[in-house]
């Protein structure tokens, strides 16, 4: 059954070597994941470290109010500066007035100086607030209340 060729050598059956290669496929598709878990066996725990900063409100504010009492009534506050948050990104000054009007400023974080104003129905007790950013995070209110 086997076939001869011209030189005299002897060619295998195509049974016999179709059976050889897949007898090869098989081992190597039965020991190639092992081979790949022993190259893995060694695990090492990686180091984590995780903080938190809570952002804090600013101090040192040097504002000074002014108030128009007459129609139409308002109030404006300069802020001459305040002492800078560490890591801040920028700030956000915030006047409420006591009708309910609510005027804002963003600052960036080299800023310490601003003018806001708020105009009001009636008189009576103003909201400053100054808060610090730190990135998309927001830090302690600090508030300031005056009356016009």
């Not at 195509?14 to 022993?38: E, M």
């Not at 963003?106 to 103003?126: C, P």
Request: proline share 5%; hydrophobic share 40%; net charge positive.
């Amino acid at each position: 059954m086997s076939r001869h060729h011209a030189g005299g050598t002897t060619r295998l059956p195509r049974r016999l070597r179709f059976l050889a290669k897949l007898l090869l496929v098989v081992v190597v598709v039965t020991w190639a994941p092992t081979v790949a878990q022993a190259a893995f066996s060694t695990t090492e725990a990686a180091v984590v470290s995780v903080g938190t900063y809570d952002v804090p409100a600013p101090t040192g504010v040097d504002a000074s109010p002014k108030c128009a009492t007459s129609s139409p009534r308002s109030a404006t506050v300069t802020i001459r500066n305040f002492t800078a948050v560490q890591r801040a990104t920028g700030y956000t000054v915030t006047l409420t007035g006591p009708s309910g009007r609510v005027q804002s400023a963003a600052l960036d974080a080299k800023t310490r100086t601003t003018t806001i104003s708020v105009s009001s129905s009636t008189n009576g007790k103003y909201l400053l607030s100054l808060q610090a950013k730190v990135g998309a995070w927001t830090g302690d209110t600090v508030t300031y209340t005056f009356t016009c």
